[in-house]
């Protein structure tokens, strides 16, 4: 999921022109509005960078170290929801509408989303149990 949130808004927003187009190359947005897409692109790839220095890390708690870096993984993709209470916010742009892919009536992004929300949960949670019967143990 680190490598997901460090790459995935880089290579949809920015190289893969099926996507790209629809955001920074997107001639119809205007220069703020890239400005903003692209500061999402940066820090999504640093909280995923920061998710896998946490992972990789050798110094502390490795369990204090799993829920700290799927904390950093969550929150790009949990800001995703409250972002849609933002007045004139949507998650497509209307143009692009015939080319928006919905997953089970949601837009896919946010459906990748809630699937990366869920997998770090059931991360957490297992890594959690395990860890409390090795303790009891």
């Not at 997107?26 to 960078?49: E, M, R």
């Not at 015939?98 to 997998?119: P, R, S, Y």
Request: hydrophobic residues 55%; proline residues 6%; negative net charge.
């Amino acid at each position: 999921m680190a490598i997901e949130t460090a790459l995935g808004a880089l290579l949809f927003d920015l190289v893969l022109h099926d996507t790209a187009h629809e955001h920074l190359f997107n001639p119809a947005w205007p220069p703020h509005a890239k400005f903003h897409d692209a500061q999402y692109i940066v820090t999504s790839l640093a909280f995923g960078g920061l998710a896998l220095a946490l992972l990789a890390g050798r110094r502390g708690d490795p369990h204090s170290r799993l829920l700290w870096a799927a904390g950093t993984v969550a929150v790009p993709w949990a800001g995703m929801f409250p972002a849609l209470l933002f007045p004139g916010t949507a998650t497509y742009d209307p143009e692009f509408r015939d080319e928006t892919q919905f997953v089970l009536g949601l837009h896919g992004q946010m459906f990748m989303a809630l699937v990366t929300l869920v997998v770090l949960a059931v991360a957490v949670l297992l890594a959690s149990a395990a860890r409390r019967g090795r303790v009891g143990a």
